[in-house]
């Protein structure tokens, strides 16, 4: 079945240093890529929308400087933390919509940021 | 806004118990998601619903959408320590492909 690739599973950095997260479609082109933030214990919130070849749509409240959202091309999106902070350390998450009959939705394996 | 209320948040039940999980909104939905994701890990798809009313089981476990498409419900017979985790909802409102809105999540734990 489709696959979405997510990497790094996790990642420790220190304050100030930015991350860069990839999420990569295996065997089907991803026009479009949600990524999420999900805090212990809570649910998945939207960040962004990531759309190949045009700049990101932010969910109200999420800093577009500080996560930087990268869709080049079909299989590939990226998200950048820059100048990471303690409160930026969380689980992420990509997604991406596909046609089987019905829309579905795949969802990366997550990252667990640490900022130290 | 569109809002997904999913109760309850966290449950606590011993093996062999039945329990049910509600996501309920104002807003209609295309179609609407049953996740279930294990700590460290992505949500998997359990199940998807699209008709207003349709019941679909997946072994003990059994989702309905309401007839308006407003709300779910999945119901767990038997629960059994492997069913721990957390349960999430989640709706399509677009039918197109567009972001999901997600529920608050319940977080199961069954006792042996």
């Known amino acids: 079945g489709a696959v979405v690739s997510q990497h790094p599973s996790r990642v420790i950095c220190k304050s100030g240093t930015s991350v860069k997260i990839e999420c990569r479609s295996l065997d089907f082109q991803a026009t479009t890529m949600f990524w999420y933030r999900q805090f212990p214990k809570q649910s998945l919130m939207l960040m962004a929308t990531?759309?190949?070849?045009?700049?990101?749509?932010?969910e109200q409240g999420v800093e577009k400087d500080k996560f930087l959202i990268n869709h080049a091309s079909l299989t590939l999106s990226t998200l950048t933390v820059t100048s990471a902070h303690p409160e930026d350390s969380s689980f992420y998450i990509c997604?991406?919509?596909?046609?089987?009959?019905?829309?579905?939705?795949?969802f990366g394996s997550g990252t667990r940021l640490t900022v130290v | 806004t569109q809002l997904l209320e999913q109760s309850p948040q966290f449950l606590s039940i011993q093996e062999g118990e039945n329990l049910t999980v509600y996501c309920n909104s104002s807003?209609?939905?295309?179609?609407l998601q049953w996740y279930r994701q294990e700590p460290g890990e992505g949500p998997v798809l359990l199940v998807t619903?699209?008709?207003?009313?349709e019941v679909k089981k997946l072994k003990r476990l059994t989702f309905q959408f309401g007839d308006a498409r407003k709300d779910s419900s999945l119901h767990i017979t038997a629960a059994q320590p492997g069913d721990t985790g957390l349960y999430l909802c989640a709706g399509d409102v677009t039918g197109q492909g567009g972001k999901l809105i997600f529920g608050q999540g319940t977080e199961l734990s069954v006792k042996p």
């Open positions: 997604s991406a919509p596909l046609v089987t009959g019905d829309w579905s939705y795949t």
């Open positions: 619903v699209v008709t207003g009313g």
């Open positions: 990531s759309n190949e070849g045009s700049k990101a749509t932010y």
């Open positions: 807003s209609v939905f295309s179609s």
